[in-house]
C-alpha cells in the first residue's frame, strides 16, 4: 500500500507553499474521483457461503475502501447474473442498495460459494492506495490533484478525459452484450 505522502513529488512543485494535510486530502480525492470514473482498482471478494433461506448479506470490501460497482459475480463457479439501476436481471440476481449490502432476489440452496469481482475506491478513511495502481497511474491521480488545487478548469477537463480514456482501454470487450459474429474454420 502506497501512502498518500508517496503522490507528493509529483503534486508538491505545482503547489510549493501548500501544507501537507491539504495536499494530502487533494490526493485523496483525486484517487477517489479516479477510481470510480475507471473502475481501475478491481478485486476479487473472499466468497460468501449462502446460508438456507437467508437473502442478504455483508460486502466484506478491503479495508478503508467503498464499492464502486459489482463488475461479476460467480456461484459455485457459475457465472451469477447482477442487477443494477441501468441493466435488467430477470430470475435469480444479485444486487446492492447501498454499496455495503449484497441482495438475492431469492434465497439460494445452503452452502454454495458466491464471489464477487468489484471495483472498488479508496474510502474517506484511507491513508494510501495499491502499489499496483499507484505504480500504474500515479502521474495522472497526481494530475487529478493539481487540478483540484490549482481549480484550473482546463486541468481538471483534462483529467476527466484521461479518466474516460483509462476506463475505455481498461474495460472495451469486457460490455454485457452477445457477440455478433462468429468466428468460422474454413
Not at 509529483?10 to 477517489?32: C, F, G, I, N, W
Not at 481501475?40 to 437467508?54: C, E, K, M, R, Y
Not at 487529478?144 to 481549480?151: D, T, W
Request: glycine share 4%.
Amino acid at each position: 500500500m502506497k501512502t498518500w505522502s508517496a503522490f507528493l513529488k509529483d503534486v508538491r512543485p505545482s503547489a510549493p507553499v501548500t501544507p501537507e494535510p491539504v495536499l494530502e486530502h487533494a490526493v485523496l480525492r483525486a484517487a477517489q474521483s479516479f477510481c470510480e470514473q475507471t473502475r481501475a482498482w478491481v478485486v476479487d471478494l473472499d466468497p460468501t457461503l449462502t446460508i438456507d433461506g437467508i437473502t442478504e448479506y455483508d460486502i466484506e470490501l478491503p479495508r478503508d475502501t467503498e464499492l464502486v460497482r459489482i463488475e461479476s459475480a460467480t456461484l459455485n463457479g457459475e457465472p451469477y447474473a447482477i442487477w443494477t439501476p441501468r441493466s435488467r436481471a430477470y430470475g435469480h440476481f444479485v444486487s446492492t442498495p447501498d454499496g455495503r449490502l449484497l441482495r438475492f432476489s431469492r434465497a439460494e440452496a445452503p452452502d454454495l460459494s458466491l464471489v464477487l469481482t468489484c471495483s472498488i475506491k479508496p474510502g474517506e478513511g484511507a491513508t494510501g492506495i495499491d502499489d499496483n495502481l499507484f505504480a500504474r497511474y500515479v502521474s495522472d491521480i497526481a494530475s487529478g490533484a493539481i487540478a483540484s488545487l490549482s481549480a484550473d478548469l482546463v486541468r481538471q477537463q483534462a483529467f476527466e478525459d484521461r479518466c474516460a480514456d483509462i476506463r475505455y482501454r481498461l474495460w472495451k470487450g469486457n460490455a454485457a452484450i452477445q457477440q455478433r459474429t462468429r468466428l468460422c474454420n474454413f
